[in-house]
């Protein structure tokens, strides 16, 4: 490893043609404020990493948290891991302290992993400031602490800390630190933006230099946060310094601005730079994984998220709808299937006949002119009401589909309704009464639920879900109510939008009315029709 870092011409590229993807939602991106995740909930995302097909998936730090450490101890059981390896986090050894009585690199070792990432800190400034010890101590802390878990037979990657800031002020002093951890046998060194502040030329620049510096020796990664919006550009810059680790959560899940987006790395990696990250074919569960960790973690995700947002390759109505029906990569930067996502026409009162031509198509409906035309005018005639169905995407569906002359045979509702008490200890009691037919089947279920939506929702659910047990895998993920004021004179009135899952498929529903409660029960119905209709 003779060292050069202070390189005098441009370096050439020389990008690595393949990357190892590590993921940290579940340690560095929980860190999200609000953000709380049970132990089965850390296993499912788990689950969903794997599917996807990351190398690494860091699970947590054992002993930080009673959550952690019951994830460890019980992932050997629940998780049957295919393309991961499971990794557990810890720090290096306290200052002056001794590793074989060290409690963090003792929970390390009882985690049970094959392979440990710890937390070692390489900036000068932080060795005097935070640590208050001596530059010498700080090089002993990282290598002592290597060399310990290496001789219980871990393999050992070190997140070097603060390492791009570090590296501006001090260079010697950080691949010092980087080199004793290469001596004691650490096999990636992952160098980390903990601030977040870097800009990616910096990045590419820096990692080239330890890249030359210590040739193939040992991987050089990267770890970087999104505090300067440059997260995933830090991340590519950082490949084509020659990177070939890349640290990063799903979504851009983390604290503050977040982490480096795993869900627009993979693909940009992969489609736009030639390097490999994930086994073949499983690109294309991008977008389902990406949802599906967003809806595990409660976090919903950006439509206009890139690559996996429902919005990511939605065209709405106007000029160039029918040009992209003949030619969509004329209008898409990639082919949508390739991460698993798809083309979406938006419509709306605005949208023209060859939009609704074209939803229609896309939907398998034969609609001649005259249809199209009740399309069109119940569009007008809705959203003059107060719909909205630009954001109502099931809700459009089951209009069309009405139009072209279908009608919804799974249930017929009879009856509803909802009692709100107070009682005398100032708490509320909320009740709900649906009664259905199914065919020839009545059923009638009573409901309790924290509130007036809450509880028809249970009611219907109930009432119609003992003849369709597929509604057991639907529910409800967001429900949001706005009041629009009439302009019109006629008063207030309410728009509910709701959003469902069966795991899945996403959709929306709308509901308006003067009454909130209507409203709700359109929004819940249609919801379920379009449930039923899409269960697989
Ligand atoms: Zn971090």
């Not at 990432?117 to 932080?126: F, R």
């Not at 570090?166 to 950080?174: I, L, R």
């Not at 419509?347 to 398998?364: F, H, M, N, Q």
Request: overall charge negative; proline content about 3%; some cysteine.
């Amino acid at each position: 490893m003779s060292g050069h870092h202070d390189h005098p011409v441009p370096r050439t590229l020389d990008m690595p043609s393949s990357v190892d993807i590590y993921d940290t939602t579940l340690r560095d991106g929980s860190q999200q404020e609000g953000l709380s995740l049970t132990v089965d909930d850390k296993l499912r995302v788990a689950e969903q990493l794997d599917h996807l097909g990351v190398a690494y998936i860091e699970g947590g730090w054992p002993g930080a948290n009673a959550k952690d450490t019951e994830f460890f101890a019980r992932a050997p059981a629940e998780l049957d891991l295919g393309t991961a390896t499971l990794v557990a986090f810890g720090s290096t050894r306290r200052v002056k302290g001794k590793v074989d009585d060290d409690a963090t690199l003792r929970n390390l070792v009882e985690a049970g992993t094959s392979t440990v990432c710890i937390v070692g800190k390489s900036s000068e400034y932080h060795v005097t400031q935070a640590l208050q010890t001596d530059l010498d101590e700080g090089v002993a802390m990282v290598a002592d602490s290597v060399g310990f878990l290496r001789g219980e037979g871990l393999r050992v990657m070190l997140d070097a800390e603060h390492f791009f800031d570090g590296y501006k002020h001090n260079p010697e002093f950080t691949l010092r630190v980087l080199e004793s951890a290469v001596l004691q046998g650490a096999t990636h060194l992952v160098l980390c933006d903990t601030n977040g502040g870097s800009l990616p030329f910096e990045v590419e620049q820096i990692v080239g230099n330890v890249v030359d510096y210590f040739g193939s020796d040992v991987i050089i990664g990267v770890h970087l946060h999104d505090d300067t919006g440059c997260g995933v550009a830090n991340a590519l810059a950082g490949v084509r310094g020659g990177a070939r680790h890349v640290q990063g959560t799903i979504n851009g899940l983390g604290e503050r601005t977040g982490n480096c987006n795993l869900s627009t790395i993979l693909p940009n990696l992969t489609l736009k730079m030639g390097v490999a990250t994930l086994p073949e074919g499983r690109l294309e569960r991008l977008t389902s994984v990406s949802h599906h960790i967003a809806e595990l973690v409660n976090r919903p995700l950006n439509n206009q998220a890139p690559y996996v947002g429902s919005s990511a390759f939605a065209h709405k109505a106007g000029l160039h709808v029918s040009a992209i029906a003949k030619a969509k990569d004329a209008y898409e930067h990639i082919d949508p299937e390739q991460v698993g996502n798809g083309t979406r026409f938006v419509v709306s009162e605005l949208a023209g006949r060859s939009t609704i031509k074209i939803k229609a198509d896309e939907l398998g409906l034969p609609m001649d002119g005259a249809a199209i035309s009740n399309v069109i005018d119940e569009l007008k005639r809705l959203e003059h009401e107060g719909y909205h169905f630009e954001a109502a995407d099931a809700s459009l569906e089951l209009l069309m589909r009405r139009a072209a002359g279908w009608h919804q045979d799974f249930f017929r509702v009879e009856s509803m309704r909802v009692i709100t008490d107070e009682l005398p200890d100032g708490a509320f009691s909320t009740e709900a009464t649906v009664k259905v037919w199914v065919g020839d089947q009545r059923h009638v279920r009573v409901a309790e639920g924290n509130g007036p939506v809450n509880a028809i929702d249970r009611a219907l659910r109930a009432a119609v879900g003992q003849a369709y047990p597929a509604l057991e895998r639907v529910h409800l993920t967001d429900y949001k109510v706005r009041i629009l004021d009439g302009a019109s004179a006629t008063g207030a009135v309410t728009r509910v939008l709701l959003s469902a899952t069966d795991g899945e498929r996403d959709w929306t529903t709308i509901g308006v009315s003067p009454n909130i409660i209507e409203a709700s029960w359109r929004a819940l119905e249609e919801s379920l029709v379009y449930g039923l209709l899409h269960a697989p």
